[in-house]
């Protein structure tokens, strides 16, 4: 199967599946409550249902309102374009897609917040002025992550930095993954202990990823996705006055998101086998299983209180800095730098 | 064709005092400065863009005068033509803007000195990137601090203009003294032999420093060049003087003129040659923080100007991050890196130059229209102002680095410079590259914050007071240049492929390395480039086919006007049916929770009435951030060197017949210093 091909698959399932990720999390919470709970597929009707609505909207909001919804489902839509979750690399892939993928999350950010303040609702400013609040603090978090990722993996791109744990295809049989130069050379006199240190720097940027995950998501513990008339409220209340196709849109777009930054953690950890469909196989698994790791938590945990929510997003920025630290040791492409990397 | 774009810079001077002798004829006087300015500075833009495509590397050297090291030399250099573009290119924006905003905000005034001095700061910003001698540089920078000056008092009757411009004033001749001290050291007198035709010894050509002579240059450099483009901690003029001067000032002061210092560091930077390591550290260590505590200053703030005027200090931080990355990636012999970092450094000073002059002009067409600069006093200008507010939100969402406009390009340059010294460098390399990723990173989330509520405090949602329910769009003279430069901004988001050619080879002049090493840098970036601008037609096709998809499924349904829903909370308003304004979110309560997380470096002042009753009639609410460094530093510092000089008062008693002694008393001190 070409390259091509591989990606148009990709990037049309991502799509497809992204609300069954929602519909995943919802199962596991109403298994925790004992519900029933609704069908895996509820969020592709809801969506159905909001598009076949009819449209009111408030006298005091204008262009930048209407604009919100559209902008924001688009920078979502080239976000998941540009996610290698299968291992293939994406149409869209480059050196540096990485930042591209978190401008495009800002971008989106920025559309919804100025649309929430478009309607001259206290709430809505409330929720606009809280995610602006997190967000700044989970950028730097996910971004420094990165950078620790990119030294261990010696590259700059999304499908490079993100190219699994675990090589099962690798000579001499399952290793981490840390780059060309840890499998000859230098690297493999110390092959035990690069590996030891790419292991450790991506646990943390794992960790930090996931909290940026929830965060992002607006799922507990920063935010409650049930809710949008609590004093802790984030996301929902920035798009209360939001309707029909406009909410369509922007659930639409929240699911996208929750499978890219899901994405994310998956191809950071899931072990890549060799074989596509596999791979294909895994990350679903994958997937499924950081959905359902969502659904315990939101099960088994309150939401913070929101005075406490930026101690967690300084925590993810403090493991992924830490995890930078450990990956300048490391040194480039997993090599061990005590030795060929000092000072020049 | 320096000839031409010499004489271009002289006729925009003698349009200004034109504009000047016509004072007579108000209208007359108004139309030939601005029109005048405007259609020189056009020209001048012409001239640099065919010099730079033709290759240019002509020069001009008159003899002035030897003994001090002057000479009357110019050159041109993919530098200076790179500099010149916003110069020439916006000087003109900001002239026609400034033509209708003067009628109209000061109606009846006389402006022809206003645009003679306009026409001054133009013609020398002109000449300090040209000049190629120590002296002809100072002068060319001394005729701009000046006439700059002249432009922020223009309002001089009132007192907090006069302040602010003698702040600024102060400010830019303490730069020059350790411009004036800078050039001392790498000059050498004597070694030109002082006679005419050959060079003069403060000739950039003949200028050098090596080992310590050099770190000093480099530390002096920094600290005058770095007052007027606005580092911390000497940034505390900008706050001051760009929210005094007049919007179309404030645009070229703060988009252009604070460059030039920019400008000054890297020209130093070439002639010094290879740099330590430790100077790139300090450039990206300044850049961290003046990019994080500007942009942090800037979200405190009430004031739309003000809080525009510490975001430049915030780019200036992303410029340097830039900077310094590149000139580690010099110093530790990786040519990719210092080309990313160079080339994104430099290309930001551009994309600055744009989205600043376009925001100071939409937040003066906004503030103009509603009467004031106070963000928690407008609101809903969206709506009355969709042109302007159209410029606007494209400028706040190209500062924030926000794909796909151009402030994302040069960052994403910057982050490829950071990414491949943490990817490929030696540890400290990659050290200094995790700074740069995570200041950036801080910066942008923060700058989305800032920028979200710049844009949604004052032109979203409901109008706060009666005066901006009654604003009007501004006229096609202010609303024309808002969205010139608002396109340009999309522009060069849309084809940073086609800027990074354009860097690339800039870069590698600045950055001392091979030009074929250039091509390293475009085939790093140049592929990644096109993909970003493919991303960025991708999302614009995206964006209208979703909204024609709604359009489409819409049009055969209702859609109805009602009021915002408030979760059944709403004080019907006089009409009884949109949210009340004065319950909607300010900018102190949009910001405060980042405010009071970081309130160790803002040290916020807040004042409230407690409520002691049950039912409060009134309550009250006042925050205000004053400046770290102005409060805690320079005014201590200036009040404990007044206290000391105030002791010698009893020198000046205002007897001439002493003053006489005085002067008699020197001067025969200098005679037997110079006999003996």
Not at chain 1, 224 to 253: K, N, R, S, W
Not at chain 2, 81 to 92: C, E, Q
Not at chain 2, 629 to 649: E, K, M, T
Request: aromatic share 8%.
């Amino acid at each position: 199967m070409s390259e091509t091909l591989r990606a148009v698959i990709q990037l049309l399932a991502a799509l497809l599946l992204a609300p069954v990720l929602l519909g995943i999390v919802n199962r596991v919470k109403a298994v925790f409550a004992g519900r029933r709970g609704s069908p895996l597929l509820q969020a592709w009707y809801d969506v159905a249902k909001l598009l076949g609505k009819s449209a009111v909207y408030s006298r005091t909001t204008g262009w930048v309102f209407k604009a919100g919804p559209v902008v924001g489902l688009s920078a979502m839509i080239l976000c998941v374009a540009l996610l290698p979750w299968t291992g293939a690399p994406t149409l869209l892939a480059f050196d540096g897609d990485l930042v591209l993928l978190v401008g495009l999350l800002a971008l989106a950010r920025f559309v919804t917040i100025a649309a929430a303040l478009d309607t001259g609702s206290a709430f809505e400013g409330m929720g606009a002025s809280r995610e602006a609040w997190f967000s700044s603090l989970g950028e730097p978090a996910l971004l420094v992550g990165l950078a620790s990722l990119a030294r261990i993996r010696g590259s700059l791109s999304i499908a490079g930095v993100f190219a699994g744990s675990v090589d099962l295809a690798a000579p001499g049989g399952a290793r981490f993954v840390s780059g060309p130069a840890a499998f000859g050379g230098a690297g493999a006199v110390f092959g035990g202990a690069s590996s030891a240190f790419s292991g450790a720097v991506m646990i943390l940027a794992a960790v930090a990823l996931f909290i940026v995950f929830l965060a992002e998501n607006a799922r507990i513990p920063v935010d409650d996705p049930a809710t949008h008339l609590e004093l802790t409220m984030i996301h929902e209340v920035m798009v209360l006055d939001h309707g029909g196709v406009d909410l369509a849109y922007i659930q639409y777009g929240a699911s996208l998101k929750l499978w890219v930054l899901g994405g994310l953690v998956v191809s950071l950890l899931a072990p890549r086998t060799g074989s596509w469909y596999l791979d294909v196989a895994v990350s679903l698994a994958g997937l499924a299983v950081v959905a359902a790791a969502t659904g315990v938590v939101e099960s088994i945990m309150a939401r913070l209180r929101l005075v406490r929510v930026p101690q967690l997003l300084v925590a993810a920025l403090a493991m992924s800095a830490l995890g930078l630290c450990l990956a300048l040791v490391g040194g480039p492409g997993g090599q061990l730098a005590l030795t060929a990397g000092g000072t020049p | 064709m320096i000839a031409v774009l010499l004489g271009t810079a002289a006729l925009v001077v003698l349009f200004g005092l034109a504009s000047l002798l016509l004072a007579r004829a108000p209208g007359v006087s108004h139309a030939v400065g601005s029109v005048g300015i405007a259609a020189a500075s056009l020209a001048g833009l012409a001239a640099t863009i065919s010099a730079l495509v033709l290759g240019d590397a002509s020069s001009i050297t008159l003899p002035w005068n030897p003994v001090i090291g002057a000479s009357f030399s110019i050159g041109f250099d993919p530098l200076t033509g790179f500099f010149l573009l916003p110069i020439f290119g916006l000087s003109a924006v900001c002239a026609v803007f400034g033509a209708g905003y003067l009628s109209h905000g000061y109606p009846g005034r006389g402006t022809g000195a206003h645009w003679l001095f306009y026409g001054l700061l133009v013609s020398s910003m002109a000449l300090v990137v040209l000049a190629r001698n120590g002296v002809l540089f100072l002068v060319a920078w001394e005729v701009m601090s000046l006439s700059s000056w002249q432009l922020v008092t223009f309002e001089h009757e009132r007192e907090e203009t006069r302040a602010a411009g003698l702040t600024y004033l102060v400010a830019t001749q303490i730069g020059t003294a350790f411009l004036l001290v800078m050039f001392l050291f790498m000059g050498a007198p004597g070694a030109a032999g002082g006679t005419a035709g050959e060079a003069a010894f403060l000739d950039f050509s003949m200028l050098s420093a090596a080992g310590p002579a050099a770190s000093a240059v480099f530390l002096l450099a920094l600290i005058g060049f770095g007052t007027k483009a606005g580092i911390v901690p000497l940034h505390v003029w900008l706050p001051e003087a760009h929210p005094a001067a007049p919007s179309h000032v404030s645009a070229l002061m703060s988009g252009v003129m604070i460059k030039t210092g920019i400008y000054g560091i890297v020209r130093v930077l070439m002639i010094l040659g290879s740099p330590p390591p430790w100077w790139g550290w300090t450039l990206v260590l300044i850049g961290a923080v003046s990019g994080v505590m500007g942009v942090l200053f800037a979200l405190a703030q009430h004031d739309i100007k003000r809080l525009l005027a510490y975001h430049s200090v915030e780019n200036i931080g992303i410029i340097c991050l830039g900077l310094g990355i590149g000139l580690l990636g010099r110093s530790y012999g990786s040519p990719t890196v210092a080309l990313l970092g160079f080339a994104g450094g430099l290309l930001h000073v551009l994309n600055h130059a744009l989205f600043k002059s376009l925001l100071f002009m939409g937040a003066g067409a906004a503030s103009h229209a509603a009467g004031t600069r106070e963000m928690d006093r407008l609101g809903g200008l969206a709506r009355r102002m969709p042109l302007t507010a159209l410029g606007f939100v494209i400028g706040a969402a190209a500062i924030s680095g926000l794909p796909p406009l151009n402030g994302f390009v040069s960052e994403l340059l910057v982050f490829l410079g950071a990414y491949h010294a943490a990817a490929t460098g030696a540890a400290a390399q990659a050290a200094a590259a995790g700074v740069v990723a995570a200041a950036l990173a801080l910066i942008g989330g923060l700058a989305v914050a800032c920028f979200t509520k710049a844009f949604g405090i004052s032109f979203l949602g409901e109008p706060r007071t009666p005066a901006a329910a009654a604003a009007k769009e501004a006229g096609a003279s202010m609303t024309v240049p808002v969205l010139l430069v608002a396109a340009a901004c999309a522009a060069i988001g849309l084809l940073g492929f086609l800027a990074i050619d354009l860097m690339a080879p800039l870069a590698a002049a600045v950055s001392g390395t091979a030009v074929t090493d250039a091509a390293a840098v475009i085939a790093q970036a140049g592929p990644g480039l096109l993909k970003v601008a493919a991303a960025g037609a991708i999302l614009v096709v995206l964006a209208a086919g979703l909204a024609a998809v709604r359009a489409l499924l819409l049009s055969r349904r209702s859609v109805r006007r009602a009021g915002t829903w408030d979760c059944g909370y709403a004080l019907p308003d006089a009409r009884m049916q949109n949210p009340p304004p004065a319950a909607q979110y300010t900018s102190s309560s949009f910001a405060q929770p980042l405010i009071s997380m970081f309130r160790f470096p803002l040290a916020t002042h807040r004042r409230w009435s407690p409520i002691r009753e049950r039912f409060p009639a009134e309550a009250e609410f006042e925050s205000h951030t004053p400046d770290l460094f102005a409060q805690g530093v320079f005014r201590p510092a200036f009040a404990g060197i007044g206290g000391l000089l105030s002791r010698l008062r009893w020198l000046q008693h205002g007897r001439l017949q002493l003053y006489v002694l005085y002067v008699a008393a020197t001067l025969l001190v200098l005679l037997v210093w110079k006999l003996s």
